[in-house]
């Protein structure tokens, strides 16, 4: 079974810093998907970033990249010029290439952005 | 123009009752899911629908059960609550066709469900 874990609990920046969030994750396949969403206190469920686990190349979405390391599973996000509206809860999540499948989601890291 | 939207928000209701859960997403997509996201944040699948058809059920209590009249309806009902069913119910929605960019999933806002 695929397992996705994000070891910060809670990380804190200062505005206009850059932080990293990291994830690791586990899986047998080769042809996968691994996501960011942001869920800030509204509750909506908002992706900020995907990888497709064939391209070497990392995502990049504005401010938001990603390392992937595909040999060391891992899918770090990084935030460069936090914003204060960027202060959510950040979830790692992966999925299978096949037909619908599920997401696999992290325990989250919580972000404070600081003035 | 709300894309998968669910009603409704919040639901505070006495144990033992049944309530309903109702989803609808309007993209066009094949495939929409039920995820519980428990008091710690956690986030698991509960189940999903392809085309109206069952394809995810994970071990979920049979008090729970998923109805699809058609794929752009998803509804969640649950019979005799218990305390430990209070949590966010996230409805979401994928293209559900292998490819780069129909694994995406998109949520709805969320029913908070308080059980008392």
């Known amino acids: 079974a695929q397992t996705v874990t994000q070891s910060q609990p809670e990380m804190s920046v200062q505005e206009a810093e850059t932080v990293t969030l990291s994830c690791t994750y586990d899986t047998s396949e080769s042809d996968y998907y691994l996501f960011w969403y942001k869920q800030p206190p509204s509750r909506q469920m908002i992706l900020v970033i995907r990888?497709?686990?064939?391209?070497?190349q990392n995502a990049t979405e504005n401010r938001f990249s990603v390392n992937f390391q595909k040999a060391a599973k891992s899918f770090s996000l990084k935030i460069s010029d936090s914003q204060l509206g960027d202060a959510a809860m950040y979830f790692c999540?992966?999925?299978?290439?096949?037909?619908?499948?599920?997401?696999?989601f992290g325990t989250g890291t919580r972000l404070q952005v600081t003035l | 123009d709300t894309a998968v939207s669910q009603t409704p928000k919040y639901l505070v209701t006495q144990m033992g009752n049944d309530k309903s859960i109702k989803c609808e997403q309007n993209l066009g997509h094949d495939t929409m899911y039920w995820y519980k996201q428990d008091s710690k944040k956690f986030l698991k699948i509960m189940f999903s629908y392809n085309n109206k058809e069952l394809i995810i059920n994970e071990t979920v209590p049979n008090r729970f059960s998923p109805k699809s009249p058609d794929k752009a309806h998803l509804n969640l009902h649950i019979n005799s609550l218990e305390l430990g069913d209070s949590a966010v119910y996230f409805c979401a929605s994928s293209q559900g066709q292998p490819g780069p960019m129909n694994t995406e999933a998109f949520f709805g806002q969320g029913t908070r469900l308080t059980v008392v």
């Open positions: 999540a992966w999925s299978g290439a096949g037909t619908a499948s599920k997401l696999t």
């Open positions: 990888q497709e686990a064939y391209k070497q």
